[in-house]
């Protein structure tokens, strides 16, 4: 199968049968969501939700928030993983958003990775969910399946797969492919079983192609 008709039928796919696809994350505003993407690195989105509103009513702007001290901060994101870390990261975070952006969440990546604890993805995460900006945030389930898939070939990186994804996915359809990879990755196509049986877009699918292939060869004694 080439790869353009790999696209166009999972795209076609996704646009009939997933017509809402969002964020699982909990958030009012662009302050709580860059805050809420921050505690889900290595995180789930569901221990992430049952931890902001605790967090979000002691630190409801970042004013608040960058007047307090990580160990502060820590005792509300205990139960999230690397507490230390991300404690000192949202402080600091929260201090420049007040000091350098006049405390308001910026909608262009390179200015977003200047906070702390904002790398590439948190950035088009932000971008593309709050300001529906044309970029493909690459976490661990949308590298995972857009591989599997056959979306992308051989990338190495999360950026590798970024910019393979962006070159054959519509511009526009980019903040909502993201969360189509996500949350067929969460729910389908699961990184140690996938659901192959659930899936629809076997006919597409690299992953699929192959077991099959595989199958038979098998079953016919020739492997």
């Known amino acids: 199968m080439r790869l353009h008709e790999r696209y166009k039928g999972v795209i076609e796919w996704f646009s009939e049968n997933m017509k809402i696809a969002e964020s699982e994350l909990r958030y009012e505003n662009p302050y709580q969501l860059l805050v809420s993407v921050i505690l889900s690195a290595q995180c789930t989105d569901k221990r ?4 902001t509103p605790a967090l979000f009513d002691k630190y409801p702007v970042p004013e608040l928030m960058a007047a307090a001290e990580p160990e502060e901060v820590y005792e509300y994101i205990k139960s999230i993983s690397y507490p230390n870390n991300k404690a000192r990261n949202l ?6 958003l007040v000091s350098d952006f006049n405390s308001v969440v910026p909608d262009d990546v390179n200015e977003l990775q200047k906070l702390p604890g904002v790398g590439r993805k948190t950035a088009n995460v932000v971008a593309a969910v709050i300001y529906n900006k044309y970029v493909m945030p690459v976490d661990t389930h949308v590298f995972r399946v857009s ?12 950026l590798q797969t970024e910019l393979q994804l962006t070159r054959h996915i519509p511009a526009h359809l980019l903040p909502t492919a993201h969360h189509w990879l996500i949350l067929h990755g969460r729910y389908v196509c ?3 079983r996938p ?3 659930q899936c629809g877009i076997t006919q597409w699918c690299r992953y ?6 595989d199958k038979g060869q098998e079953a016919a004694g020739t492997k």
């Not at 992430?48 to 931890?51: A, E, G, R, S």
């Open 48 to 51: 992430v939700n049952m931890t």
């Open 91 to 96: 402080v600091g975070m929260a201090r420049k």
């Open 147 to 158: 591989e599997r898939i056959g979306l992308t070939r051989g990338a190495k990186t999360p």
């Open 190 to 192: 699961m990184a140690r």
């Open 195 to 197: 659901q192959c049986g």
């Open 208 to 213: 699929w192609e192959k077991l099959n292939k």
